[in-house]
């Protein structure tokens, strides 16, 4: 049994090590801030306006996200891996009557950044962190995405790197934020006409 114990540790460790690696050449973080995943090759600078009404509009959309990876977590049809993960966010909070990611959500203000970017605690620059210096709120900056993100993957680019930062502030690793941002990047990326 001991053996096993150690195998499985052994296997995690390389597993998130893997996830790290290859969040950083896809648009990984560098544990303060995220990127956007998937970004555009585009031919001018989209309009920092419409992109922030574009991320403050898909708000909703990372709420439903959540209930339905809620809905699929308490099925148990999530692999191994996002059960664990989920695990942590569909945790009862302090005080019992709430899940972790729901009490955050609750308490947490989205400030969109329209001609700045966000900041990690490094001061580097970011496309969103959660230490966006207020308390208890999240950045994304709609200049970033202006010149990264065609305006049909704003929702999907948005609603992932809002998990990203909600799911950091209820306890996720780095390499689990950015895992479950690019699936929900994969699965929320049919534009929208």
Known sequence: MTRFIKNTVCSLTVLLFS??????LYGGVSGGGGHIIHTDSLDQIQNREMIEHMILSSQPELKKYIQTKKLQFD??????Q????????????INGTKTKVSEVLEHTRLIVKENEPCLTPENDFVDGSF?????????????????????PHVKSESVALMLHEIGELAGLSEAEAVLIQSQAVAELSTPVK
């Open 82 to 93: 996002n059960k664990m993960i989920y695990a942590k966010l569909f945790r009862k909070s």
């Open 19 to 24: 996830i790290s690696a290859t969040a950083r």
């Open 131 to 151: 230490s966006s210096g207020e308390k208890n709120s999240i950045c994304i900056s709609a200049e970033r995405f202006s010149k990264k993100v065609s305006y």
């Open 75 to 80: 099925k148990g049809v999530l692999n191994t």
